[in-house]
């Protein structure tokens, strides 16, 4: 949350509004279903699909939200990335080596 409130802050844009466009840059989110309690809420929402956030910040908050693979993926990663297809490399690239 932190990272989030920080890069919505610099911009002037909410955290709700980062976090949604950073989703739509993830390679396995084909789209994004939100909404809110209020016309304020789903507004703000809405404004995330035009938001295009720099490398750096998809960087940065991919960094703080990768997490850590569990068996057998850390031992493919580790050893066997040359045979990875297409689906192994996009379910890897979202997943830190521990």
Do not use: C
């Not at 976090?19 to 209020?38: E, K």
């Not at 990768?66 to 990875?84: C, G, V």
């Amino acid at each position: 949350m932190d990272v989030l409130v920080s890069i919505g802050d610099s911009r002037g844009i909410s955290a709700a509004q980062v976090a949604l466009a950073w989703l739509l840059t993830r390679p396995a989110v084909s789209s994004l279903v939100f909404g809110g309690r209020t016309e304020a809420q789903f507004r703000d929402n809405f404004a995330a699909v035009s938001l295009k956030l720099t490398a750096e910040e998809v960087a940065r908050l991919t960094e703080v939200s990768t997490i850590p693979l569990i068996y057998p993926y850390w031992h493919q990663r580790n050893f066997a990335t040359e045979r990875f297809s297409p689906a192994d490399l996009a379910l890897h690239q979202d997943f830190a080596v521990k």
